[in-house]
Nanobody, 125 residues
């Protein structure tokens, strides 16, 4: 069974950058679609960026200017580079995977069925 482990979170000042990593327990390229989500206290889980099993990349409009998703196939890793961090980026960030989840559903949290444990990102003003 596929497992995902996130790393790279922490506390950072506004304007700073972070790179989050998600390592899969098996090779996912061409089989699984992968995506990053976040959830702040009291808010719904929000889709941020994803890579479809074909390699197509999708971003939420709200973050496309500051977030960059990439995949290192041989390392079974996807990363999320976050620049110009804002206090409102404070949340728990999750990596998720879905077997051949299509591009149109890539950022819908109900369409991916494997999740990492989540990692905290805290941005101070």
């Amino acid at each position: 069974q596929l497992q995902l482990v996130e790393s790279g979170g922490g506390s950072v000042q506004s304007g700073g950058s972070l790179t989050l990593s998600c390592v899969a327990s098996e090779y996912t390229f061409s089989r699984y679609s992968m995506a990053w989500f976040r959830q702040a206290p009291g808010k719904e889980r929000e889709g941020l960026a994803g890579i479809e099993h074909s390699g197509m990349i999708k971003y939420a409009d709200s973050v496309k200017d500051r977030f960059t998703i990439s995949q290192a196939i041989t390392e079974k890793t996807i990363t999320l580079q976050i620049n110009s961090l804002k206090p409102e980026d404070t949340a728990t960030y999750f990596c998720a995977a879905g077997f051949r989840t299509p591009y149109s559903l890539l950022l819908d949290p109900t369409k991916l069925d494997t999740w990492g444990q989540g990692i905290q990102v805290t941005v101070s003003a």
